[in-house]
Structure formats: structure tokens, C-alpha cells
């Protein structure tokens, strides 16, 4: 008996929760259809504060056009570029934050506004690998919070995430500088990296770069024609000093000696044959 009373229960509650439902929804259609703007202001800014916000999107798409201009504009503007956010739609959240901030640049809000233009592109910067647009992007936006708000509570976050893109950037150099070296075009090889140790002087590739400048030195001298050869296995031994100069782990250290008796023994043998 007391089972069934519990299943009625139950039974009732659902009903009701749907019947709730069911009037809510039907009352937002009515609302979506409604020809009175002030109403669908209230509607929106309600949804919005109940953080329903793929219902106050429509809302404010409609209405934020009718207020341009007026005292709520800033207000419609700001929500609705964060409904975009809370909605996963960084690209467009990313746009509508930065012309929030250029459309109310003294605005109280245009500080946050910066931030989640710059935090949406970082957002949707890609893997290394890909087209890094997003990435620049997301970096001039950080660069431009850093100028506008230097004392800021968020200054923190932005320049560790600006830091986070640029080593982004930074491997992506390095990896396709490598990409020369493993393809065996190693004379763009040594210009790539020595751009790659210019645009980056504080790598932490500085070590690794270096050695394969002095492989891709040793290696475009072995296999040179002649009359390229003596200038290309000089070269390498000034790779190999500039190497065993500056840096002494022994993950190298081996294999760059090996490559200087290497590249000595073919300078013997040019001289030999003048």
C-alpha cells in the first residue's frame, strides 16, 4: 500500500514538472512573438541573471539593435557578447567584446570586456600545428589589456597566458626549422635556425638549435661539391667551437666530436688533393 502511494506520488510530481514546463515554454514562445520590445528587454535581462542564456540570445539579437544609442545599450552589448561566451561561441564572443570595449571605451565594464576578447581567441588558438591567426590575435589582444590596464587585478593571468601562446609560437619555429633538417635541405636548415636563435635568444631550445646547426653544417659540407666545400667544412668547425663553447651535455658531446674528427679528416684530404 505504501508502495503504491509512493509510486502516485511520484507520478503526480512529474506531472506537475511538465505541466510547469510546458507553461514556461509556452509562455518564452509568446514572449519570442511578442511585438512589445520593453517586454522582451525585461524577458532578456531576465533569462540573463538566471543564467538561461540560450534563452536570453534570441532576446537580445532582436532587441539589441531597437536600443542602439540609448542608456541600455551598454548593458544589451555587454550581455550579449557574454551569452555568446556562455554559449561556446568564442569567435563571435571574441568579436562582440572587442567592439564592446571600442564602441564604450570608459565604460566600467570595457576593463572585463578587454580581458574576454583577449581570453576568447586564446581560447580557441589552435595546436602548434595549425594556422595560428587565433594565436596572434589573442596576443595583440593581451599586449593591448597589458598597455590599457597595467594595474590590474587580471595583469597576472594575461601575461601567463600571453607567455603560454608565445612559447605556442615559439615551438612552432622550432619545429619547422627542424622540419628543413629532417627533409635534408640543410643549408635552409642553418638559416632557419639562426632566425629561429634571433626571434628567441632566451630559448630553451638554445642548446638543441645549436646542434643542429652543427649537424646541418657537417652534413651540407660532407656531401658539397668542391668548389663549396673548403668555405662549408670551415663552417662546421666553427659550428662545432661555437657548439663545445658554450654548452656541455653529454647527450651532444659525443657525436659533436665525432663530426669534427669527421669534418677534419675531409679538410685533410681537399688540402691533400690541391
Not at 29 to 44: C, I, T
Not at 53 to 58: E, H, Q
Not at 66 to 88: H, P, Q, T, V, W
Not at 129 to 135: E, K, R, V
Amino acid at each position: 500500500m505504501l508502495y503504491l502511494q509512493i509510486l502516485n506520488m511520484k507520478h503526480f510530481i512529474i506531472i506537475i514538472l511538465a505541466s510547469i514546463a510546458l507553461i514556461s515554454c509556452s509562455k518564452y514562445q509568446r514572449l519570442l512573438k511578442s511585438s512589445d520590445v520593453e517586454l522582451k528587454y525585461e524577458g532578456a535581462i531576465k533569462y540573463y541573471t538566471e543564467e538561461k542564456y540560450n534563452k536570453a540570445f534570441p532576446l537580445l539579437e532582436e532587441i539589441l539593435p531597437l536600443y542602439r544609442g540609448s542608456d541600455k545599450s551598454e548593458e544589451l552589448n555587454f550581455y550579449y557578447a557574454y551569452c555568446n561566451y556562455y554559449l561556446n561561441d568564442f569567435i563571435l564572443a571574441g568579436y562582440h567584446f572587442q567592439k564592446f570595449y571600442n564602441i564604450f571605451p570608459l565604460s566600467d565594464r570595457a576593463e572585463d570586456a578587454m580581458f574576454m576578447s583577449a581570453y576568447c581567441y586564446y581560447l580557441i588558438s589552435p595546436v602548434y600545428t595549425l594556422d595560428q591567426s587565433n594565436t596572434y590575435e589573442a596576443i595583440d589582444e593581451f599586449k593591448k589589456f597589458e598597455k590599457n590596464y597595467p594595474t590590474s587585478a587580471l595583469i597576472d593571468s594575461v601575461l601567463a597566458l600571453k607567455n603560454e601562446l608565445l612559447f605556442k609560437l615559439e615551438i612552432k619555429s622550432f619545429e619547422n626549422a627542424k622540419l628543413n633538417y629532417t627533409t635534408e635541405n640543410y643549408k635552409a636548415a642553418i638559416v632557419a635556425f639562426n632566425n629561429f636563435l634571433k626571434d628567441y635568444p632566451n630559448t630553451i631550445y638554445e642548446e638543441e638549435v645549436n646542434f643542429y646547426i652543427l649537424k646541418s653544417s657537417f652534413l651540407l659540407a660532407k656531401n658539397s661539391v668542391r668548389k663549396k666545400k673548403e668555405d662549408r667544412i670551415n663552417n662546421t668547425i666553427d659550428a662545432y667551437y661555437n657548439f663545445v663553447d658554450n654548452f656541455d651535455d653529454e647527450k651532444y658531446l659525443k657525436e659533436s666530436e665525432s663530426m669534427y674528427d669527421q669534418i677534419l679528416k675531409e679538410r685533410e684530404k681537399l688540402l691533400t688533393k690541391k
